[in-house]
C-alpha cells in the first residue's frame, strides 16, 4: 500500500511519464485505489497501463472506471488475469462509453469473464470506434456469447484491428459470424481463435470470410483448431490469393503431408505474399519435405519457418536444406526443433550457416546431434563468412570439452549467440 502511495505520487507530479507496467504484484483492490487517485491528476499524462496478475476484483472496476471517464490520453489498458468477473466488466463498459475516453487497446484475458459479459461489451464497443485491439482470451464465453460480440462488430462505427479469441469455448457453431465480421470488417487485420476446437466445417466458413474481398487479414493464428488436410484446400486458396495475408499459425493440427504439400504449392503461386508459417507439431515427415524444398526454392516472400516437433529426420533436413540454398529463398528464421536430427545433418547445416546470407537464425533445440554434430556446427560459427546471428540448441546433450570449446568460441565471436 505505501508502495502505490508513492506511485500515485510520481504519477501525479511526473506529466512525462507515459507508461506504467506494474504486471505480477500483490497490489489489490486498495492499492489499485490508491493508484488510480494519482491517475486522475489533471497532471497525469499516462497512456499505457498494464496491472496483469495484480489480484484485482471487481472492485477496482469502479476506480477504473473513473479513471477512463476523466482521462483522455490513457489509450491502453492491460488487466488480464485478475478476477474481473462479468459484474467488473459491465463497470469498466461504463467508463469506456464516457466521452473523455480514448482507449484503444483493452486486454480482458483470464479474467474469469462469461457470455453476459459481452451483452455489456458489445455497446461499450459500438460506441468506441477509437478502440483498435481486444484481447478476451482464456474466458469461458462459449458460442451464443461470441455470436453475439460478432453481431456487435459488425457495427458500421467499430473499427476494431486485433481481435483475440483464443480458448474461449468457441465451435463451429459461431464460424459463420466470425467469418461475417471478417467480410465486413476491412480494419481487421489480426484474428487469432487458436485453441478453439473449430474443426473442418468451422474452418470452411471461416475462409468464406477470409476470402472476401473486403478482408485485409495480415495475422491469423489457427493453433490447436482440431484441423486436418481436409483444411488445406481452403487454406492453400487463401495462402496463394490473399496477398494480404502475411503470417499464419497452423501449429499442432494433424495437417500431416498431405496437408503440407497442398500449402506448399499455394506458397509456390507468385500471389502469396506470406511472410511467416507456423507448422510445428503438424503430423509432417519426410515425405513432405521434397515439396517444402521446391516452395523455399520459388518463395521470394517467407521469411520466418516453424516446423519443430515433426519427424522430419535427416533426409527430410537435406532436402529443405537444398531449397534453402536456392538463390530465390530469402529465409531468416528456420526452426527445426525435435525433428529427429542427428550428427548426419549438420554438415549440411553447416554448409548453409556460412553460404546463406539472409539466414540469422537456425534452431536445432531437442535433437541428438551428439559432439560429432555440435562440432560441425561451431566449425561454421568460427567461419568468417557465418551468417547465422543466433544459433539456438536447448536441450543437447555435449561433452564437458565440447562446452569448454563452445564457451572459448563464444568469447572469440561475441556477435554470434549460441543459446542452449
Known amino acids: 500500500r505505501s508502495n502505490c502511495e508513492d506511485l500515485c505520487s510520481v504519477i501525479s507530479t511526473n506529466p512525462s511519464l507515459t507508461e506504467l507496467k506494474l504486471n505480477n504484484n500483490e497490489l489489490g483492490d ?25 489480484n484485482l476484483t471487481s472492485a477496482s472496476c469502479e476506480t477504473l472506471c473513473s479513471v477512463l471517464s476523466a482521462q483522455p490520453s490513457l ?19 461504463q467508463g469506456m462509453m464516457n466521452p473523455n475516453c480514448k482507449l484503444q487497446k483493452l486486454q480482458l484475458e483470464y479474467c474469469e469473464l462469461t457470455a453476459d459479459s459481452v451483452e455489456a461489451l458489445n455497446p461499450a464497443l459500438q460506441s468506441k470506434p477509437t478502440l483498435k485491439e481486444l484481447q478476451l482470451s482464456n474466458n469461458t464465453l462459449g458460442d451464443t456469447a461470441v455470436k453475439q460480440l ?25 464460424c459463420r459470424e466470425i467469418s461475417a465480421v471478417l467480410s465486413n470488417k476491412s480494419s481487421l487485420v489480426d484474428l487469432s481463435v487458436g485453441d478453439n476446437k473449430i474443426g473442418d466445417s468451422g474452418m470452411a466458413l471461416l475462409c468464406q470470410g477470409l476470402m472476401h474481398p473486403n478482408c ?25 490469393t490473399k496477398e494480404t495475408l502475411k503470417e499464419i499459425s497452423l501449429q499442432d493440427n494433424n495437417l500431416r503431408d498431405s496437408g503440407m504439400e497442398m500449402l506448399c504449392e499455394a506458397l509456390k503461386d507468385p500471389r502469396s505474399k506470406l511472410q511467416e508459417l507456423w507448422v510445428r507439431e ?10 517444402i524444398s521446391s516452395a523455399l526454392s520459388m518463395n521470394k516472400h517467407l521469411k520466418i519457418l516453424y516446423m519443430g516437433e515433426n ?39 553447416a554448409t548453409i550457416m556460412t553460404t546463406k546470407q539472409s539466414l540469422t537464425e537456425l534452431d536445432l533445440s ?55
Open 282 to 291: 503438424c503430423g509432417l515427415t519426410t515425405a513432405c519435405c521434397k515439396a
Open 75 to 93: 489509450t491502453e489498458l492491460h488487466i488480464g488475469g485478475n478476477k474481473l468477473g462479468t459484474a467488473g466488466v459491465k463497470v469498466l463498459c
Open 150 to 174: 460478432c453481431r456487435g462488430l459488425v457495427d458500421a462505427s467499430c473499427n476494431l484491428e486485433l481481435l483475440h479469441l483464443e480458448n474461449c469455448g468457441i465451435t463451429s457453431d459461431s
Open 311 to 349: 519427424k522430419l529426420g535427416d533426409e527430410g533436413a537435406e532436402l529443405i536444406c537444398e531449397g534453402l540454398l536456392h538463390p530465390n529463398c530469402n529465409l531468416q528464421f528456420l526452426c527445426l526443433g525435435n525433428c529427429d536430427l542427428t550428427a548426419a545433418s549438420c554438415a549440411t547445416f
Open 366 to 420: 531437442y535433437n541428438p546431434l551428439s559432439d560429432e554434430g555440435v562440432r560441425k556446427l561451431c566449425e561454421a560459427v568460427r567461419n568468417p563468412s557465418c551468417y547465422v546471428q543466433h544459433l539456438i540448441l536447448y536441450d543437447i546433450y555435449w561433452s564437458t570439452e565440447v562446452h569448454e570449446e563452445m564457451r572459448a568460441l563464444e568469447e572469440s565471436k561475441p556477435e554470434v549467440k549460441i543459446i542452449s
Open 216 to 240: 485485409k487479414i495480415q495475422k491469423l493464428w489457427l493453433w490447436d483448431c482440431d484441423l486436418t488436410s481436409a483444411s488445406c484446400k481452403d487454406l492453400s486458396r487463401l495462402i496463394s
Open 30 to 54: 486498495a492499492g489499485a485505489e490508491c493508484l488510480c487517485k494519482g491517475l486522475l491528476m489533471p497532471s497525469c499524462s499516462l497512456q499505457t497501463l498494464w496491472l496483469q496478475n495484480c
